[in-house]
């Protein structure tokens, strides 16, 4: 029996380690690398499809404005090229959907998991930290590209929004650009606040004044000089912009708007900067 019990242990032990080994060789081999990523990837993905709030508030809440929109001001042709007005409405909302999957979503969520505890157990786990973030910004960024994939095809069959297919490209370009920007930033953002019940009401309280004075709902050439100057400091005027630049027929080339890419990119430098110095994993009330 104790021969038995002996050569039990050191078969757990055996196993132990083995385990072990191969967890070291898959977090140093490309392709383990890579598996990490899609593996926290899609559970962050399962986790946001299980949350009714973050669901409505990402997925239908730009489609149901793009249908008070229509439902307000008309979808009448406009211009000499004959453009409907949905052609303004959809880009616009685009841009929205990119900043509500990849900031408003993800302040709310990291903020909360962070006071709760969530961050500080899954920090403690072998799994190196940044595996954690790319998992989340991959999710982030999947999210973007898919809710602003269904804007675009109901606005295109239902209210006659055309894209030209040249300008493909640098609508993925932008939407790409900006779902890593806003993720950047919300990870800068959710640093600076200092409890869950906080989180939605200083997230809501940012972009909301910025999408009404940024073209997102209305063009912003019908506001004042200064409002532009101001909406143009910040980063979602460009997104808006860029989307904008890419659904106007008038525009000859490819529709990259380079100018507000390189703007997102600052952006996203000075996110990572305050992010990396500024962001915890620990509750705010336990590092107080």
Known sequence: MILLIRWLIRRHRSRNSTSSEKARGAHASPNGVLSLVLHQARYELLSFLRNKQARFFTLLLPLAFLVILVGLFGNHTVGSE?????????????????????????????????ESGVLKRRRATPVPAWVLIAGRALTAMVVSLATMSVLMLVGRFAYHADLPVRTIPAVALTAIVGSITFCVLAYALSAMIGSADAAQPVVQATVLPLYFISGVFVPDVSLPSWLQHIAGLFPVEHPADALHHAYDPGVSGTGFAWSDLAVLAIWMLAGSVIALRRFRWMPVAATA
């Open 82 to 114: 004959h453009v409907k007005e949905s052609t303004y409405y959809v880009p616009g909302l685009s841009a929205m959907a990119v900043i509500s999957a990849s900031f408003v979503n993800l302040v709310i969520s990291i903020t909360t998991q962070r």
